[in-house]
């Protein structure tokens, strides 16, 4: 088996998803993931993966969700266009 792998499996992304917590720095977050691999007996992940899966995992989390628009919207805090800038992918942020 290889000592570093490019792809993730799904459980070591969800373990990804379950350690970060938006602050943790990226060398930390490379060691539990790595640690979680080997617990597992898969390929550790290199820390540049690690690090590109955390920065998109960053920007998901980042942005509004439809509830929260369509909250938004309701309460007249952005208009009603935000609905269809969202949907579209294009709401740029509050």
């Known amino acids: 088996m290889p000592d570093c792998s490019p792809r993730l499996s799904p459980r070591l992304l969800a373990a990804l998803e379950r350690f970060d917590d938006d602050k943790m720095p990226f060398a930390e ?3 539990l993931v790595g640690a979680e ?8 992940p290199s ?3 690690v690090r590109t899966l955390a ?3 960053r920007a998901r989390r980042a942005e509004p969700t439809t509830a929260e628009v369509l909250w938004d919207v309701t309460t ?4 009603p266009d935000a ?5 579209a992918g294009t709401l740029p942020p509050k």
């Open 29 to 31: 977050l490379h060691r």
């Open 83 to 87: 609905l269809l800038e969202h949907i």
């Open 37 to 44: 691999a080997q617990r597992l007996d898969l390929a550790r």
């Open 55 to 57: 920065h998109e995992l």
């Open 47 to 49: 820390y540049e993966r």
């Open 76 to 79: 007249r805090v952005r208009a």
